[in-house]
C-alpha cells in the first residue's frame, strides 16, 4: 500500500509563490515516476507537472512551463512543486501521484496507480 499526503496549499495573491509537498510512504520512493495534477472548480482534472524516476527528466504542461518547477527528493520520500507568478488561472485542487510502471503517458491519468488527497491552491487578483 502507497500512502501521499500533500501540503503546502493556501490562498495567496497574483504573482505569489507557493511550494507544494507531497510525502510518500510505502513502496520505494525512487522506483516511481510522480506527476501533479489539478482540478479547476467545473473543470476536468489536468496534468501540472511529472518528473522521471531518475530526476533527470520533467515535463510540464505549458500553462505552468517557465512558472513551476518540480523536483524530488528521493532520501525524504518527498516531491515538490514550487509555483511563482501564480495566476487567478492557476486556482484548483492539487494532487499528487505516483505510478509505479512507468509504462503510460505521464499527462493521462489512469497511468497513475496511486493518489494523495489534495491541497487546495486559490490565487486571488
Known amino acids: 500500500q502507497v500512502q501521499l499526503e500533500e501540503s503546502g496549499g493556501g490562498l495567496v495573491q497574483a504573482g505569489d509563490s507557493l511550494r507544494l509537498s507531497c510525502a510518500a510512504s510505502g513502496r520505494t520512493f525512487s522506483r516511481w515516476r510522480m506527476g501533479w495534477f489539478r482540478r479547476a472548480p467545473g473543470k476536468e482534472r489536468e496534468f501540472v507537472s511529472a518528473i522521471s524516476r531518475t530526476v533527470s527528466t520533467t515535463y510540464y504542461a505549458d500553462s505552468v512551463k517557465g512558472r513551476f518547477t518540480i523536483s524530488r527528493d528521493n532520501a525524504k520520500n518527498t516531491v515538490y512543486l514550487q509555483m511563482n507568478n501564480l495566476k487567478p488561472a492557476d486556482t484548483a485542487v492539487y494532487y499528487c501521484?505516483?505510478?509505479?510502471?512507468?509504462?503510460?503517458?505521464?499527462?493521462?491519468?489512469?497511468?497513475?496507480?496511486?493518489w494523495g488527497q489534495g491541497t487546495q491552491v486559490t490565487v486571488s487578483s
Open positions: 501521484a505516483a505510478d509505479y510502471s512507468g509504462v503510460g503517458h505521464y499527462t493521462t491519468p489512469e497511468t497513475y496507480d496511486y
